[in-house]
T-cell receptor, first 118, second 116 residues
């Protein structure tokens, strides 16, 4: 079975531009989460979506937005790019979010999109 | 507030040495989950283990073992007889039970270098 896929692999943008990153979850997984990983740091949570609804949001400005489609794929959009947005953007999928039934559903990560803002 | 601390920034060992990666966490919840992920140079985070707060049994999987101690809020990871392929950045992460979602809070990671 295919794992989590993300596109594009690499991206170079200029300050002030807009970017859209895409993610396809593992087949059967209905939840997608987005994380930002700046060089030398651990990933930071941006959003989590389940059944097309936002289930969680991290401490990121409104320039960051996301959505989930009926096929459970997701897009992360970042407007008015800043130099500080340069990072590896990771998408993770899980069967569902939350800790229902005492189970924390593991999040499986994709290879990431490396965004460079110049 | 929840927090994960990985005090070791970098560790270098020679093949076949045992190595322990430390993880200390902070949370106000009584129900929470702890994770370890491996990030090789390719960048993809690889899930290694999940542990819930009610299960303090140590776990062993091949050369990997995990020691969870609630009394010291630690969830340490030991690699026995390390190999060059173990070279990677290792992240410890925490997820709390009272969140509608399951955001993972990561530590800053420990870079492990295993030389032959």
């Amino acid at each position: 079975d295919a794992g989590v896929t993300q596109s594009p692999t690499h991206l170079i943008k200029t300050r002030g531009q807009h970017v859209t990153l895409r993610c396809s979850p593992i087949s059967g997984h209905k939840s997608v989460s987005w994380y930002q990983q700046v060089l030398g740091q651990g990933p930071q949570f941006i959003f989590q979506y389940y059944e097309k609804e936002e289930r969680g949001r991290g401490n990121f400005p409104d320039r960051f937005s996301a959505r989930q489609f009926p096929n459970y794929s997701s897009e992360l959009n970042v407007n008015a790019l800043l130099l500080g947005d340069s990072a590896l953007y990771l998408c993770a999928s899980s069967f569902r979010p939350g800790l229902a039934g005492g189970m924390a559903y593991e999040q499986y990560f994709g290879p990431g999109t490396r965004l460079t803002v110049t | 507030a929840q927090k994960v601390t990985q005090a070791q920034t970098e560790i270098s060992v020679v093949e076949k040495e045992d190595v322990t990666l430390d993880c200390v966490y902070e949370t106000r919840d009584t129900t929470y989950y702890l994770f370890w992920y491996k990030q090789p140079p390719s960048g993809e985070l690889v899930f290694l283990i999940r542990r819930n707060s009610f299960d303090e049994q140590n776990e062993i999987s091949g050369r990997y073992s995990w020691n969870f101690q609630k009394s010291t809020s630690s969830f340490n990871f030991t690699i026995t007889a390390s190999q060059v392929v173990d070279s990677a950045v290792y992240f410890c992460a925490l997820s709390e039970a009272d969140q509608a979602g399951t955001a993972l809070i990561f530590g800053k990671g420990t870079t492990l270098s295993v030389s032959s």
